[in-house]
């Protein structure tokens, strides 16, 4: 189906209007936090409209000015980000929808050479969406923070099973990440 059949649909048609709102929603859910994965600013700021605000770890005002501060544009002590997103739970109401995303986040932090740590935090997004101009975007994202665990870094798993690093496709920031080749068709990803 492409855009052009999307965007024929109102929120007069619902169900159907529903369910690709849904869809949609969700897609921008997944790519907010791949771009945060992989520290990819104008995808962060693609997920939402203008003028959206955030409300996220001790930052509450404009999306931008929290992006501009955020671990996708500061090279601090995070070393490693990934999101899990679950499937989120969708209200649709015409030209406006809620949603509740459960997040596990994992964190490499290195605060110096003897103090690295691996983190995990479980927490909620509390999205508020609207459709302007054909697409689906945030106007508000609320972080609620529900549990949070912080270890002493140990050794990779490659290393630990006596994996050669060198001979692995391994994520990294930006657009030098494997998956972005890979999505605009490239065959070798292996970055």
Same mark, same amino acid.
Request: glycine share 10%; no cysteine.
């Given at each position: 189906m492409t855009s052009a059949t999307i965007n024929r649909y109102t929120p007069d048609d619902e169900p159907l209007w529903s369910l690709l709102a849904k869809q949609e929603i969700g897609d921008v859910i997944r790519r907010r936090a791949r771009a945060a994965d992989r520290r990819d600013l104008d995808l962060a700021l693609s997920c939402y409209h203008p003028g959206a605000t955030e409300d996220h770890a001790g930052f509450v005002g404009p999306v931008e000015e929290y992006l501009q501060q955020s671990p996708l544009t500061q090279d601090g002590p995070r070393k490693a980000?990934?999101?899990? $997103?679950?499937?989120?739970?969708?209200?649709?109401?015409?030209?406006?929808? %809620? %949603?509740?995303? !459960? $997040?596990?986040?994992?964190?490499?932090?290195?605060?110096?050479?003897?103090?690295?740590?691996?983190?995990? $935090?479980?927490?909620? !997004?509390?999205?508020?969406?609207?459709?302007?101009?054909?697409r689906w975007a945030i106007v508000h994202r609320l972080l609620l923070w529900d549990w949070s665990r912080s270890e002493a870094t140990t050794a990779p798993y490659w290393e630990t099973m006596g994996f050669d690093p060198t001979h692995l496709p391994m994520g990294q920031n930006g657009p030098d990440d494997g998956s972005y080749e890979f999505f605009a068709g490239g065959a070798d990803v292996r970055g």
């Open positions: 980000m990934w999101h899990a $997103v679950f499937p989120p739970l969708i209200e649709v109401d015409g030209v406006t929808a %809620a %949603a509740e995303t !459960y $997040v596990l986040a994992a964190e490499g932090v290195e605060l110096d050479a003897d103090r690295r740590f691996d983190m995990r $935090v479980g927490g909620r !997004y509390l999205d508020r969406f609207e459709h302007r101009n054909g």
